[in-house]
């Protein structure tokens, strides 16, 4: 006989059909959500080429005359087309002797020439093929003692910045990148006894950097990485 003191037996959680299809949703958001922008971002990048490209190519070059249809991603064949004949020109001595032409024209203008230097600058850094690179990634104490920050050794300290009195020890230049953008950080040269270089490679470590911690090298799918000093 129960008493108005005896509590009730706990009743079995039921499993919530909300619940199960949320986590659901959630999981296929994960699945599809990069699939769907990178062909959206690509197919908008097409058809802002064709858009720029396809009104200069003359209409007898143009197959959509033959065949009546206007394909996608023509103007992307002649743009490719179109720069793979100038690169080939730049490189033999008309072409070379053509450029420091223009360019010393470029360099009378005084407004052209400041826009012209700073968008030839970042081409060459980002599309110039060169052996330039970041050396390996590293771990400094940054911005104080006891915090470690992951960064990117590009060179051995050189010029003035080396032969400065108290920079007479061997520095390095470390590139410090922001998260989760890693193309925009902080310059800083350090002293290579202050420089933990890492076994990862460049890319895990920027994979690392835009993830903000929570894509480790050799993680798997499952949360769980392999190798030395990873998760089991």
């Given at each position: 006989m129960n008493t108005p003191f005896d509590e009730e037996p706990p009743q079995p959680k039921k499993p919530r059909l909300f619940g199960g299809l949320r986590a659901s949703f959630l999981t296929g958001l994960v699945v599809i959500a990069p699939v769907g922008l990178t062909i959206w971002l690509m197919w908008s990048v097409i058809g802002w080429i064709d858009g720029v490209v396809l009104p200069l190519v003359p209409y007898n070059f143009n197959p959509e005359k033959y065949?009546?249809?206007n394909l996608r991603g023509v103007g992307v064949i002649f743009f490719l087309i179109?720069?793979?004949f100038v690169g080939w020109v730049a490189k033999g001595l008309i072409g070379r002797s053509?450029?420091?032409y223009a360019e010393s024209l470029v360099e009378r203008m005084p407004v052209v020439r400041t826009i012209?230097?700073?968008i030839k600058q970042i081409s060459e850094t980002v599309f110039a093929q060169s052996e330039r690179s970041f050396e390996k990634a590293c771990l400094i104490q940054y911005p104080r003692k006891g915090i470690w920050a992951i960064g990117f050794?590009?060179?051995?300290?050189k010029g003035e910045v080396a032969a400065h009195p108290e920079t007479a020890n061997e520095m390095l230049s470390v590139f410090l990148p922001t998260t989760p953008n890693p193309t925009s950080g902080f310059?800083?040269?350090?002293?290579?006894?202050?420089?933990?270089e890492l076994k990862m490679s460049i890319e895990d470590a920027a994979k690392l950097v835009i993830s903000a911690g929570l894509v480790y090298p050799g993680q798997n799918g499952n949360g769980k990485t392999?190798?030395?000093g990873n998760r089991a």
């Amino acid at each position: 006989m129960n008493t108005p003191f005896d509590e009730e037996p706990p009743q079995p959680k039921k499993p919530r059909l909300f619940g199960g299809l949320r986590a659901s949703f959630l999981t296929g958001l994960v699945v599809i959500a990069p699939v769907g922008l990178t062909i959206w971002l690509m197919w908008s990048v097409i058809g802002w080429i064709d858009g720029v490209v396809l009104p200069l190519v003359p209409y007898n070059f143009n197959p959509e005359k033959y065949i009546g249809i206007n394909l996608r991603g023509v103007g992307v064949i002649f743009f490719l087309i179109f720069t793979v004949f100038v690169g080939w020109v730049a490189k033999g001595l008309i072409g070379r002797s053509l450029i420091a032409y223009a360019e010393s024209l470029v360099e009378r203008m005084p407004v052209v020439r400041t826009i012209y230097s700073g968008i030839k600058q970042i081409s060459e850094t980002v599309f110039a093929q060169s052996e330039r690179s970041f050396e390996k990634a590293c771990l400094i104490q940054y911005p104080r003692k006891g915090i470690w920050a992951i960064g990117f050794i590009s060179t051995t300290a050189k010029g003035e910045v080396a032969a400065h009195p108290e920079t007479a020890n061997e520095m390095l230049s470390v590139f410090l990148p922001t998260t989760p953008n890693p193309t925009s950080g902080f310059l800083l040269f350090v002293p290579r006894e202050d420089v933990i270089e890492l076994k990862m490679s460049i890319e895990d470590a920027a994979k690392l950097v835009i993830s903000a911690g929570l894509v480790y090298p050799g993680q798997n799918g499952n949360g769980k990485t392999n190798g030395n000093g990873n998760r089991a």
